[in-house]
């Protein structure tokens, strides 16, 4: 096992700090930021449990495992306030004007080159990120960032899932074909907890990137970062109007 980088142990200061923070009470014993915040901070001490055990379970001499760089290069973004700002809403920043939304820039700026990718496999055309929209649409295939789960409301599964999501993964929601306004778009942390960039401050956060809960009663789809993964095929309708993916591995025992 390797020790944590200086950034990584940054990484979890800074998460402890919220965590803190956003379960914190004022002098009358009252939650500061009511009962969602305190189920945040719950929810979001078991991440950074996580989160250490990633960084423990590498070798001395190892890379990190895919998922560990996505989340090192999402919380980098958090952490530093002139890059946290750049994802503002009103902030012109590269080809998004200021007034846009750039949750699919911080998504895409997280992957990396791999991130713009052909038209042939993602339904676009052009050589840019995708929109927080086509990421949540589950029909669209893409070789490098497949579907392994769609979760709809209640956390029913819609289809059987290739994998439980993970830290790192991939998660969207929205309406598939709406609009880049009518989706969103981030990176999953672990349980119930996402990063994204966003004008929905939380918790005392209050950068252009913010970590927050997973929206209730929304339809979230994931995407597997991983790359040692087989590639799905394109997602279809069943006869009653359901999307399914199907893989050889869904019926694995």
């Known amino acids: 096992m390797r020790e944590q980088t200086d950034d990584e142990k940054d990484n979890v200061e800074k998460l402890n700090e919220l965590k803190k923070t956003s379960g914190s009470k004022n002098k009358k014993g009252e939650y500061k930021y009511g009962q969602e915040g305190r189920r945040f901070s719950e929810k979001l001490g078991k991440f950074i449990k996580r989160y250490e055990k990633m960084i423990d379970k590498i070798k001395d001499g190892e890379k990190n495992s895919k998922q560990l760089e996505i989340i090192n290069k999402a919380l980098g973004l958090w ?20 007034g846009q939304a750039k949750c699919n820039k911080f998504v895409g700026d997280v992957l990396g080159k791999d991130a713009k990718l052909e038209d042939r496999n993602f339904w676009f055309t052009g050589n840019r990120y995708p929109r927080a929209d086509e990421w949540a649409d589950e029909r669209k295939y893409n070789s490098k960032f497949p579907v392994i789960s769609y979760i709809f409301y209640g956390g029913v599964s819609l289809g059987k899932e290739w994998r439980k999501p993970e830290p790192g993964d991939i998660v969207s929601h929205g309406l598939p074909g709406g609009g880049s306004n009518t989706a969103h778009v981030g990176i999953n942390l672990s349980d119930d907890v996402y990063i994204s960039a966003t004008e929905n401050k939380k918790y005392g956060q209050t950068g252009g990137v913010i970590i927050k809960l997973m929206p209730k009663d929304a339809k979230l789809t994931y995407r597997d970062v991983s790359g040692k993964r087989p590639n799905i095929t394109p997602a279809i309708m069943d006869p009653f109007g359901r999307p399914y993916v199907p893989h050889k591995n869904n019926d694995r025992k």
Request: glycine share 4%; aromatic share 10%; charged share 45%.
């Open 79 to 98: 952490k530093d306030p002139d890059k946290n700002n750049s994802y503002r809403k009103e902030v012109k920043s590269g080809a998004w004007k200021a």
